[in-house]
């Protein structure tokens, strides 16, 4: 199979807008520390596209949930409801700062955490709920939030796979009390590596500029907090800002490629396709199915097929609740999880590249539909 009959999961897009922006950041010296106008103006208007007040710009998707983790002074004996079906970064936020992970499981048409499943799961331990907006498809926040005020609990969102996604209107990260997002090489937009969060709170916002500094003091090397070094540079903000540009179209070209998988995947039993709930909607950062039994065939004998035909395919996630160092923490709730047990050995996405063209998408769909028995 040739490398250009391959068809993978993501290919980032990039044009030259991105390179002049980079190069005007390198040709300024903007290639380190928190100083130049490129970090600013991209915390600036990310954070204003969100409809959040302020954004602080870190290294990674990953670095944004620890450091929010930790603005909310979450700790060692705390724990942190979350969803079952998630990137393990999430449940590492609560590790890397002492707390236990509780998996709320997944429901089972939208994939989110069920929000029916949340207050039952509530001990004088739980100090906060990340809810994770999986696939791009938006959680039901209002009913997330009117729990989390009646319990006093933080939120945080984990909005890595929801960049302008929206919940009756409003976007996520708008909602919780901070909101983190990946600009990870496949995301909607990317920085190649990096993160940020974004809140309307000033003081979680100065408390997070703090954190992500090494929790530089006054006099300057005096330090009060055991603090990180997780700046974005110069370059990645650069680029970001380029790609914030493109973001509507971006989105748009995402909604196209759901759009024509679903009408060619429409006639083939035993597949669930995403959904989009009334009052949402759903950026599709990558177009995931689950295989039935209907179908015929397990999800693993299909990936195989259909990577011999050079299509690059990628499981759902294992679970917070079967990973096996969470379950070893001290301290660790076992809570049981069916419907993300169940996504994690059926679910996996497509090649979901905002370029493919609908060629590509129906020679997908017919090698799907061919494998069926």
């Not at 959680?139 to 960049?163: F, G, K, P, Q, W």
Request: charged share 20%; net charge negative; with cysteine.
């Amino acid at each position: 199979m040739s490398a250009q009959n391959k068809l993978p999961v993501h290919e980032p897009d990039l044009g030259e807008e991105e390179i002049q922006s980079v190069l005007g950041a390198l040709r300024r010296g903007e290639i380190s520390g928190s100083f130049g106008k490129a970090i600013p103006e991209f915390e600036e208007q990310f954070a204003a596209f969100c409809g959040c007040k302020y954004g602080v710009a870190v290294t990674s998707g990953t670095a944004a949930l620890q450091v929010a983790v930790a603005a909310a002074g979450i700790g060692r004996g705390d724990e942190i409801l979350m969803s079952a079906s998630t990137n393990i970064a999430t449940a590492l936020a609560a590790y890397h700062n002492g707390a236990n992970s509780v998996a709320v499981d997944s429901e089972p048409v939208t994939w989110n955490l069920d929000p029916d499943l949340i207050e039952r799961l509530i001990t004088p331990r739980t100090k906060a709920i990340i809810p994770v907006h999986l696939f791009g498809h938006p959680c039901d926040m209002d009913r997330i939030m009117a729990v989390a005020r009646r319990h006093n609990l933080t939120v945080i969102e984990d909005c890595a796979e929801s960049h302008g996604a929206t919940w009756q209107g409003r976007m996520t990260g708008s909602f919780g009390d901070m909101a983190c997002f990946s600009f990870y090489a496949n995301k909607i937009i990317t920085t190649g590596e990096g993160g940020m969060v974004v809140t309307n709170d000033p003081a979680l916002g100065e408390r997070l500029r703090l954190l992500r500094n090494l929790g530089f003091g006054k006099p300057r090397f005096y330090h009060e907090v055991p603090a990180y070094n997780f700046r974005m540079t110069g370059m990645q903000a650069a680029l970001g800002l380029a790609q914030l540009a493109k973001i509507d179209r971006f989105i748009a070209q995402k909604r196209t490629v759901a759009a024509t998988y679903n009408e060619l995947l429409a006639n083939i039993p035993g597949i669930q396709t995403p959904a989009e709930l009334p009052g949402a909607m759903n950026v599709y950062w990558m177009y995931a199915i689950v295989i039935g039994p209907e179908f015929g065939r397990t999800r693993d004998e299909l990936a195989t097929i259909l990577l011999e035909q050079g299509i690059e395919t990628r499981t759902f996630f294992c679970p917070m609740n079967l990973q096996p160092f969470l379950r070893a923490q001290e301290g660790h709730r076992d809570v049981g999880c069916p419907v993300a047990e169940r996504l994690w050995q059926d679910g996996f996405y497509l090649p979901s590249a905002n370029q493919l063209d609908r060629l590509s998408i129906a020679r997908v769909c017919e090698a799907i539909a061919a494998a069926r028995r």
